[in-house]
């Protein structure tokens, strides 16, 4: 699988980036981590990593790093066990859903310096299904902090104790993903309600819909905007189920920049709350 | 000749004028005008230029009569049955009734069997409309079994001076079911660019965007093949039985691929031809899929004794629509 959206490397990373990373071993999880956070820290940035256990285990997954301990005292790094970042409330905008991170940012970025880089290692809070549920909302709103704030986050899963589906889950609501699990990234846009990005067709309908339905959009009785300029496919019964999913929330979805084949679909099928935008 | 407007029918009303001489033809052609202008009906002649001129310099330019140019070559049918669909639902807006002609191509033998589905169905698909519609063949263009196709899908037929039920035509459905067998194109005999065996859609679009990128094709050909090709595969994999296999040539400026299951295929005789809204056409079932294949590519489905094989194929030269019609008054 190949797209702007797939990544390769935990490095090359920019403020705004959210990035989604399966791991097998604990070992790998580490490296990947290390690099990751070794180049905000040459960047200037201020870099947090979060992972489940206390400050000890963490201290212990990143030993070895150069200039460990000065960068702890300094606090250019710091050590965030998994409980302290709260879980999402129902509030709408993400710097009140996710005060933690919004003040984090904020204070990295009064203290002089360039962002936040954040590494969380989010396994645990995804190993109930009912959870994850949830979690596929509180990362969706992540994105849309990264966006909008200069924070770069790197959500790690551990895909050989969670499997490639449940993973993929959460990984379809990343900007950026690692390891091709989802088909499609469904993610924050600058000029529409979300960006949909990669391929739908038979086999993952299903899953973008769910996916729309934990981040709640089109929220019910509204019209939202979906950007398709990076869509490569997506096949008559997903354009036909969105439709009906738009229509059971009384919303309607208008499609930004979409691509020629999704044009010929569209004239095609008989839609009635999905419809093309007008090129200007 | 005098023409009679098919009995006074109401609904679809379906004929085939054979024709063996040139001035048979004009003689029919021109007395359908006549007919049609005495009717005040609107009537549109698809026919070929030197009929044209025929009905124009006999007739002359008259209300309601309209002239297009014929197609020069079969287009696709799903597509072309969908636009006809769409003219006469136009046309029946303003009045209670259509005539249509169509001086037909000559139809090679690659496209006989998708052809001929297609004179079978529109008694169906266009049943609710209430046309006449007179498809005009020269019988020295066609072999003793087309012709027979022809007889087989027409319930009317021009014979003797007079529209005459008939007897030779066939149950649609039926037809169709006893004509599963389009034969290979000679293309699938040589050995493919790459076959894949059990590819899910992703894999199948990404083989076919590999081998399409550098073959010069239109991108409305490409994103249709890859479209279908996926399709189909999802098809075989939901409907039909293992091993699913695609494969693919690319010859002469055209990329065809097929995918073959050893199931046995759609059970519906109309698939990929009849509209998406009919009754049982549901979005989850492979009826609308296809019938979508249907209007992007050329599409060809075929039984065969280790099951069933669906052929996708672009055209190098992109079917074009009709031009705009020429209104004679």
């Known amino acids: 699988m190949s797209g702007p959206w797939v990544v390769s490397s935990p490095i090359g990373r920019t403020p705004g980036d959210h990035v989604c990373w399966p791991f097998r071993h604990h070992h790998d999880l580490v490296a990947v981590a290390r690099s990751y956070l070794a180049e905000g820290l040459a960047r200037d940035e201020r870099v947090a990593y979060v992972s489940a256990g206390g400050p000890g285990t963490l201290r212990h997954d990143l030993g070895g790093m150069p200039g460990l301990d000065e960068h702890l005292e300094r606090g250019r790094l710091q050590l965030v066990p998994l409980d302290m970042l709260q879980a999402p409330d129902s509030s709408a905008h993400p710097a009140g859903e996710l005060p933690l991170l919004a003040t984090m940012t904020a204070e990295a970025l009064d203290a002089g310096y360039r962002g936040l880089r954040i590494f969380a290692n989010g396994t645990t809070r995804v190993r109930d299904p009912d959870r994850r549920a949830k979690h596929v909302r509180y990362e969706h709103v992540i994105d849309r902090l990264c966006r909008e704030r200069s924070l770069t986050m790197l959500c790690a899963y551990d895909r050989s104790g969670l499997g490639d589906a449940a993973v993929a889950e959460v990984a379809c609501v990343h900007a950026l993903a690692h390891g091709g699990l989802s088909p499609f990234q469904l993610s924050a846009a600058e000029l529409a309600d979300v960006a949909l990005a990669g391929s739908v067709d038979t086999f993952s309908t299903s899953d973008l819909v769910m996916a729309l339905h934990r981040i709640d959009v089109p929220a019910p009785g509204n019209h939202m905007t979906i950007d398709t300029a990076a869509l490569e496919f997506i096949d008559h019964r997903a354009l036909l189920t969105l439709d009906q999913y738009a229509t059971s929330r009384r919303a309607t979805v208008m499609l930004r920049s979409a691509p020629g084949v999704v044009r010929r679909l569209m004239e095609l099928l008989p839609l009635g709350a999905v419809r093309l935008e007008e090129a200007p | ?329």
């Open chain 2, 1 to 329: 000749v005098t023409i009679q407007a098919a009995g006074g029918r109401s609904g679809f009303a379906h004929e085939l004028v054979l024709h063996t001489t040139t001035a048979e033809m004009l003689e029919f052609v021109i007395a359908f005008a006549q007919d049609s202008v005495a009717a005040e009906e609107p009537t549109l002649l698809a026919v070929r230029p030197e009929t044209a001129a025929a009905v124009l310099d006999t007739v002359g330019p008259a209300p309601h009569l309209t002239v297009l140019p014929a197609i020069g070559q079969p287009g696709r049918p799903a597509s072309d049955l969908r636009a006809t669909d769409a003219l006469l639902t136009d046309y029946l807006a303003k009045a209670p009734r259509v005539r249509i002609l169509n001086q037909e191509p000559t139809v090679p033998a690659s496209h006989w069997h998708e052809w001929r589905r297609l004179e079978a169905v529109v008694n169906l698909a266009l049943a609710h409309h209430n046309a006449w519609a007179v498809c005009v063949y020269d019988r020295h263009a066609l072999t003793a079994e087309r012709a027979d196709d022809l007889c087989a899908t027409h319930p009317l037929l021009w014979s003797e001076g007079q529209h005459r039920t008939n007897d030779g035509y066939q149950d649609p459905a039926e037809f169709i079911s006893k004509h599963m067998d389009a034969p290979p194109d000679p293309v699938e005999h040589a050995a493919p660019a790459v076959e894949v065996i059990d590819p899910s859609p992703a894999v199948a679009r990404a083989t076919i965007t590999r081998f399409t990128q550098h073959s010069g094709l239109p991108g409305a050909e490409i994103e249709g093949l890859i479209l279908a090709a996926s399709e189909a595969v999802a098809n075989a994999i939901v409907h039909g039985r293992p091993p699913v296999v695609l494969r693919l040539w690319t010859q002469s400026g055209q990329v065809m691929t097929t995918v073959t299951d050893a199931g046995h295929g759609p059970t519906d005789p109309f698939a990929g031809l009849l509209p998406a809204d009919q009754p049982n056409r549901q979005s989850d079932g492979p009826g609308l899929g296809l019938w979508i294949s249907h209007q992007l590519v050329d599409v060809t489905h075929r039984r065969h004794p280790g099951g069933y094989t669906i052929r996708m194929a672009t055209n190098p030269a992109p079917y074009k629509t009709a031009a705009p019609p020429t209104t004679l008054n």
